[in-house]
């Protein structure tokens, strides 16, 4: 089987309520312009793979869970979230990932970058294989 750059692409989690959605609802949204402007070349990912930042405690700083992508829609925030009051941000587009349940990576895929992680296409295989960060990008 051959892989292709951009097959996984790992998403930031930095707060608990989008693991919860992950987990339970089974989506994770990333803004439009943020697929226009950074994204295009890796769109639209099979896969993703979640980097837990530091409010995860003993999870954070690492990447730990996977999913498999099963659809992708355009949808207004206020479209995701109809509980949250009207609002500047309401209007805005977002892509909507609707994946399977999450999974568990064998081992930890942990930070060893010194600056700020966005998000980082990469394969499959070296998402499984990886234990740093450095080591997912092609």
């Known amino acids: 089987m051959t892989t292709r750059r951009g097959e996984v692409l790992v998403a930031i989690l930095n707060n608990v309520q989008d693991m919860k959605i992950a987990c339970e609802q089974h989506w994770y949204r990333i803004l439009v312009e943020s697929v226009e402007k950074f ?54 587009q977002y892509y909507q990932l609707k994946i399977l349940a999450l999974q568990r990576l064998n081992r930890a895929v942990v930070s060893d970058l010194r600056h700020r992680i966005s998000f980082i296409p990469t394969t499959l295989e070296k998402l499984k294989t990886a234990t740093k960060i450095s080591d997912l990008p092609n």
């Open 39 to 92: 994204l295009k070349q890796h769109w639209a990912p099979e896969w993703l793979a979640f980097y837990q930042t530091k409010v995860f405690g003993n999870e954070g700083y690492a990447v730990n869970y996977y999913a498999r992508v099963q659809n992708i829609c355009k949808v207004y925030r206020c479209e995701l979230f109809p509980d949250e009051a009207l609002n500047e941000k309401s209007q805005r």
